[in-house]
């Protein structure tokens, strides 16, 4: 039976106090998750600007063996699984492919999308089948939890402009045993480095502990490696390190 125009009327003008009511801000329309952490402390410090994908042109640093130091150190080997956070042009991602092997696998990460492209467009010329090429975001890496043996972040720390939510969001990517592998110069962020004290302290801050620190001349700085240990802190209970 069709409904008289009086009652289409009064069904409209009901529906019409009823989207009324909703909007009149006594209750959200958009639900919040509960869970979702509460807010990061800043970096007490300089953050660094993103200049370049490329820290230093890649024949100069192979002829320093680099990255075979470097992954060396980190104790990366066949069959193992690694993000390389930052990649830009892909000096690592390329080696990192031919270290880990067939069995292993290589995610490369970077925040730039053209960068990120071009990697991608790097990746399937030279038919790196065990390489996969995503775009991350700047506080929050994106990788798939308990994946990975190792994350790289090679000359890249001192760009991260939110450090703790950062590492907060990445520890849950690593495996029980992974560790996060830093190398970075000794200087100050603003000159693009972090003193070693300073990442140690952020690090710390955030759950991880130093498993090792050793000059790297080859990489223009020094290498860490940290390991996450006991749960997660709550983000109100962080506290941001100072720059001393």
């Known amino acids: 039976m069709t409904p008289s125009p009086s009652l289409r009327i009064g069904q409209i003008a009901l529906g019409t106090l009823l989207l009324l009511a909703a909007c009149d801000g006594s209750k959200p329309l958009i639900k919040h998750d509960a869970d979702k952490p509460g807010p990061f402390p800043a970096a007490d410090r300089p953050v660094a600007s993103i200049v370049s994908s490329r820290w230093s042109n890649e024949e100069a640093r192979d002829r ?36 880990v092997g067939k069995d292993g696998r290589v995610l ?15 990746v399937a010329r030279e038919s790196l089948d065990n390489v996969s090429v ?50 970075d110069a000794n200087r100050l962020p603003q000159y693009h480095g972090t003193p070693p004290a300073l990442l140690t302290c952020e690090f710390a801050a955030v759950g991880y502990r130093q498993e090792s620190v050793s000059e790297m001349p080859s990489a223009g700085g020094y290498m860490a ?20």
């Open 134 to 183: 995503r775009l991350g975001a700047p506080a929050d890496p994106r990788l798939p939890a308990a994946s990975f043996d190792r994350v790289l972040m090679v000359h890249m720390y001192h760009e991260i402009a939110q450090p703790y939510e950062f590492l907060w969001r990445m520890r849950p990517s690593l495996k029980p045993d992974g560790l996060v592998v830093v190398v």
């Open 108 to 122: 490369a990460e970077d925040i730039v999308a053209q960068v990120r492209d071009a990697l991608a467009e790097r």
């Open 64 to 99: 320093l063996n680099e990255a075979g130091e470097v992954m060396g150190k980190a104790g990366i080997a066949k069959g193992m699984t690694v993000a390389d956070i930052g990649a830009g042009e892909g000096y690592y991602t390329i080696r990192l492919a031919q270290r």
């Open 225 to 244: 490696t940290f390991r996450a240990v006991g749960p997660r802190p709550d983000p109100a209970a962080i506290k941001a390190c100072r720059l001393r």
